[in-house]
């Protein structure tokens, strides 16, 4: 199994991005799919999850301004990052995992780095 993250980089804050998590290995239509990112010195903590239905749910922080998505035909689950602040920079994860199953993957990260 492989999940391939992309698309993070330095921003100003107001900033937008678009993360990309590529997987292989795993059939990406029935696996629920998140974003979760870890600040130094904090817990890796939820960003973003997207059910194999299309359901999502966000962390508080978040909501309004980061939208996840997932193209079953690309195996690909994004992240578009709109109105970006200092505080969202972090180690970005892709996660995958399948809903009746203890076993998950990771990522190797993305790092995203917001300038006030």
């Known amino acids: 199994v492989q999940l391939v993250e992309s698309g993070g980089g330095l921003v100003q804050a107001g900033g937008s991005l678009r993360l990309s998590c590529a997987a292989s290995?795993?059939?990406?239509?029935?696996?629920?799919m998140g974003w979760y990112r870890q600040a130094p010195g904090k817990q890796r903590e939820l960003v973003a999850r997207?059910?194999?239905?299309?359901?999502?749910n966000y962390a508080d922080s978040v909501k309004g301004r980061f939208t996840i998505s997932r193209d079953n035909a690309k195996n690909t689950v994004y992240l578009q990052m709109n109105s970006l602040k200092p505080e969202d920079t972090a180690l970005y994860y892709c996660?995958?995992?399948?809903?009746?199953?203890?076993?998950?993957?990771w990522g190797q990260g993305t790092q995203v780095t917001v300038s006030s």
């Open positions: 996660n995958a995992g399948l809903p009746w199953s203890t076993i998950d993957y």
């Open positions: 290995g795993i059939i990406f239509s029935i696996n629920d």
């Open positions: 997207i059910t194999s239905g299309g359901s999502t």
